[in-house]
């Protein structure tokens, strides 16, 4: 019995040896201490030794199944870990593979000209002024020197939602509700937005756009103050080298008005398509704002003046980067929208 129990622990040990998997490292462990194992038999039949072999064959059988069981943990830690090597192996990554591009879009060129002109407009000491889209006809057309029955209205039509209430055509509101708000205190805003007019869709005109608008109030602002502000923003919109000048025009709201240029960034004066060959192109509206306008808003005429200008971003954006079409910025068409990538600064 004792030679009968030295074979199966050889057997065993070199059964688990061979294994090579942790499932078949449990096969050898049934098959060897499981319970109709032949240790397990062994000690079954230990009933027909006599006693004084009993505890003695009890200890020896003990002494096998231990060393085995110790074996089968050393050879099952083994395997384990080969596991997990050929796991890691296989999931390995590799580092010298190119990375995936991650696209994160870029800012819309609207928004980067809004962004622009804000920028230089705060370094200027103005705040950012905003208002509803949906607006009063009071603060849209009245407060503005704009009557019901002026014909300046006709050239700003849009959607009424009600008689009273309708989408806003300019962002000229906002300089209302400001007005209205700071009872006679000095003013240094801008207010860029939305805005819409009934409008047929074209190249050159979209029943939506974008406005900014800036108004300063104040003791002693004069028409030479308007000039070297637009003169500011034409530099930083279309280079150093840009000069503006200013042409007489109407707007109800302000007296005297102008229609500002600025020298052609694309010839720098000498002609080209994008001047009409003029050397100019049109960028804005301005002017002083008007003494009704004031007056209507709580401030002395006679006391403080003012100026304000409007712009079209839509118009920079187009000058700036070359945009043959104003739905452009409007169709979210990412073949157009793609090519701001490169320039995002
Ligand atoms: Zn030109």
Request: glycine letters at 8%; hydrophobic letters at 35%.
């Amino acid at each position: 019995m004792e030679q009968q129990l030295k074979q199966l622990e050889q057997e065993a040990l070199e059964k688990l040896q061979a294994a090579t998997s942790l499932k078949e490292l449990n096969e050898v462990r049934v098959a060897y201490l499981g319970k109709k194992g032949p240790i397990t038999d062994l000690l079954k039949g230990m009933g027909k030794l006599s006693p004084e072999e009993r505890p003695k064959m009890g200890a020896l059988v003990n002494t096998v199944r231990e060393y085995v069981t110790a074996e089968l943990e050393k050879k099952a830690a083994v395997l384990e870990e080969q596991a997990i090597q050929e796991q890691l192996e296989k999931e390995s990554v590799d580092v010298t593979l190119p990375g995936r591009k991650i696209k994160t879009g870029n800012r819309h060129p609207l928004t980067r000209v809004i962004e622009e002109i804000e920028d230089l407009f705060v370094s200027m000491g103005y705040e950012i002024a905003e208002g509803p889209e949906v607006e009063k006809d009071y603060y849209n057309f009245e407060a503005l020197n704009l009557p019901k029955g002026h014909p300046a209205r006709d050239m700003q039509d849009t959607f009424y939602i009600t008689e009273e209430t309708l989408l806003r055509t300019h962002t000229s509101p906002v300089q209302a509700r400001t007005m209205e708000l700071k009872k006679g205190e000095p003013i240094r805003i801008i207010c860029p937005g939305k805005v819409f007019r009934r409008d047929n869709d074209d190249a050159t005109h979209s029943h939506q756009f974008m406005q900014i608008e800036g108004l300063v109030i104040g003791e002693n602002i004069h028409m030479s103050d308007l000039k070297g502000t637009l003169d500011a923003l034409a530099k930083k919109m279309f280079g150093e080298e840009r000069e503006i000048r200013l042409r007489p025009s109407f707007f109800p709201f302000t007296e005297p008005s102008v229609e500002v240029d600025v020298s052609c960034h694309k010839c720098g004066g000498s002609g080209c398509n994008v001047c009409k060959h003029t050397g100019w192109i049109e960028i804005l509206g301005a002017g002083m704002v008007h003494p009704n306008v004031l007056e209507m808003a709580g401030y002395d005429s006679k006391k403080v003046s003012g100026f304000a200008f409007g712009i079209g971003a839509e118009r920079i954006a187009m000058l700036k980067y070359g945009v043959d079409d104003i739905r452009h910025f409007y169709t979210n068409d990412n073949r157009f929208l793609s090519q701001f990538h490169r320039t995002e600064g």
